[in-house]
């Protein structure tokens, strides 16, 4: 049973006093700060007044940016439905798995995970790049048909163009799935893990195929798994400032990469500090929204 | 249990009795189809990490073709000052990080496992906002506020100049660690505590001999991830750092806009060997601790 504060007062302002006294000043202040900015004015090359303005964020609704913060909730979005695909099959053959090769499986997930985010971006860099491995390989099957085809009399295809894989919008939508899959796999792991199988086995018995099976059974019990497993995949990808910054073009750039050219180059502070509060907005609706619906499938399995 | 599944259903027609035995109807991991799927994916995960690290020993100097093996990047690397400082300052901002982040999220963790008190839920709100507010958001504010609300002294002597950063990172790792300690402090006996005070044990006594030894797996746990945390964190600290100030990622990050050789290749190749052997140590001390609660 959980003490009372009253009943320990010196251990209770002893325990609690350093980790919130850290939090208020080292975590709420700065956003605090930032919040203020976005009503406030530049009025000179440093200096900003708190004018209570509303114009940053009539600035940060503009079509302009609009777009960019659409085009970030898509290519988030994207990712996400991506890491769904990829991620369900694997968590379910890891679920299944034996428990020695599932230990295996799940170290070798999480590893990646692990490891810096800009290093496996730039090894991604180095695979998907024009003379990198995927243009290699393309070109070594290109060249082996073509070499089939003059065989066969055909004529051959011609010269290998080699792909242009890097710095466009697919490139960063890949460089977020690589490097956000193990965020889905390990939710959908571990809610398909604490199933009970034998409905699944009834479900298998009564006749239904596997992909019925996993439809109408599995999906539904692995619902609230799912839905977790979306939410850590698209808040991370949503502010996501690394990859579009190195794998994207020049029309790639997601919201975070705007705010950093106000804060750094541009020099805009109030209107980078509006965009930031619009960004942390848009992920506390995505929490919201997704406690909303884990509510409602709690009340009904209730 | 999925064999016996099976034997109940009678088949339907004698089918060829294949080999090796048929794989139970829900042992997925035996059919093809998902045996591709994992593979590709792990194909996908670590074809570009290895050839990261296989490139780091290639004579060649861009990283193309393989011409021949030499350890002469690594000798680069270590001997390349200012990406061993960063190297170096990556560490020690780890360091401070951990220690602090293991002391504050302890603490949080006790505080809101073991008392009542008003406004708990608003804590427990703040406490898990560092872990969804985004990274941007969060390295802006930092940036910010070392500018203008409490800037950090400068020329500082080291370590002392990577105060900004260190207070950066224990913000957004402490509550990681105390999301970690409360799961474990979930499994204590609060009768334990009783017993040890009505023994006559003070309050700070039995905190220390009976809470903390029971939250110590918790613990190594936490400090191993604010560690991997910080040494990997990119954005918050290309916020705060200065020209003095660089880190490893920063460091790499300008080296990856202006040339990349396999040098690059060489210091993330150490990187990624020195995360691999934490990690095996934090799950080989989480393993323990699991076969300890289990026996």
């Known amino acids: ?302 | 249990m999925a064999d016996e599944a099976l034997t109940t259903i009678p088949a339907p027609k004698p089918a060829k009795r294949a080999p090796k035995e048929k794989p139970g109807p829900l042992e997925y991991m035996r059919q093809w189809p998902l045996q591709a799927i994992v593979a590709g994916t792990l194909l996908f995960l670590y074809l570009p990490l290895i050839t990261l690290m296989v490139f780091s020993f290639n004579t060649s100097r861009r990283n193309i073709v393989w011409q021949g093996f030499t350890t002469d990047w690594y000798v680069k690397a270590f001997n390349n000052e200012s990406l061993l400082q960063a190297f170096i300052n990556s560490l020690t901002i780890a360091f401070f990080c951990t220690i602090f982040s293991v002391v504050l999220g302890a603490l949080a963790a006790v505080m809101l496992w073991r008392f009542r008190f008003p406004g708990k839920t608003v804590v427990e709100g703040g406490m898990a906002l560092p872990i969804v507010v985004p990274e941007i958001c969060m390295g802006v504010a930092m940036l910010v506020f070392f500018a203008r609300v409490m800037p950090w002294p400068q020329g500082l002597a080291w370590p002392f100049n990577l105060g900004a950063i260190i207070i950066a990172h224990i913000s957004f790792a402490f509550p990681f660690v105390a999301t970690v300690v409360r799961a474990r402090l979930a499994s204590f006996n609060r009768e334990l505590e009783e017993a040890a005070k009505d023994l006559g044990a003070s309050e700070w006594r039995t905190f220390w001999d009976v809470l903390v030894p029971h939250m110590q797996p918790g613990l190594i746990a936490g400090a191993l991830l604010a560690f991997t945390l910080s040494l990997d964190d990119f954005v918050i600290t290309f916020f705060t750092a200065g020209p003095d100030t660089i880190t490893f990622p920063v460091k790499v990050y300008s080296m990856l806009r202006f040339s990349v050789t396999p040098e690059v290749n060489a210091a993330s190749t150490v990187l990624i060997v020195v995360t691999v052997i934490l990690t095996a140590v934090g799950l080989q001390m989480q393993n323990k601790d699991a076969t300890e609660k289990k026996a």
């Open chain 1, 1 to 302: 049973m959980e003490q009372t504060w009253k009943q320990a007062k010196t251990a209770f302002a002893a325990i609690s006093l350093p980790p919130i006294l850290w939090l208020i000043l080292f975590f709420l202040a700065p956003l605090a700060v930032i919040w203020a900015y976005s009503f406030g004015e530049n009025t000179g090359p440093i200096t900003i007044d708190f004018t209570g303005t509303f114009a940053n964020y009539a600035r940060a609704l503009e079509p302009l940016y609009l777009d960019i913060f659409w085009k970030s909730i898509v290519i988030a979005g994207a990712t996400t439905i991506l890491c769904l695909i990829i991620g369900f099959p694997v968590a379910l053959a890891i679920a299944f798995a034996s428990p020695k090769m599932k230990a295996w499986l799940l170290l070798l997930i999480m590893l990646p995970f692990w490891t810096n985010l800009l290093i496996r971006t730039f090894a991604l860099i180095a695979v998907l790049r024009e003379q990198g491995y995927v243009n290699f390989t393309l070109e070594w099957l290109w060249n082996n048909t073509s070499g089939i085809m003059s065989l066969m009399g055909m004529q051959p295809l011609g010269e290998f163009e080699p792909m242009t894989l890097l710095y466009n919008n697919t490139a960063v939508i890949v460089g977020l799935v690589y490097v956000h899959l193990p965020f889905m796999v390990l939710p959908l792991y571990s809610a398909l893990d604490r199933m009970d199988r034998s409905l699944m086995e009834a479900s298998l018995d009564l006749g239904a195929g596997h992909l019925r099976t996993i439809w109408s059974v599995v999906v539904p019990l692995a619902g609230p798994g799912i839905a977790s497993g979306i939410l850590i995949t698209f808040i991370p990808a949503l502010g996501s400032y690394l990859t579009p910054d190195l794998l994207g073009g020049t029309d790639s750039q997601m919201i975070a990469n705007v705010i950093e050219r106000q804060f750094k180059r541009a020099n805009d502070w109030p209107f980078g500090a509006a965009l930031s509060f619009l960004l942390m907005y848009l992920t506390v609706i995505a929490i919201f929204v997704q406690s909303m619906l884990q509510r409602s499938s709690d009340r009904r399995a209730a």
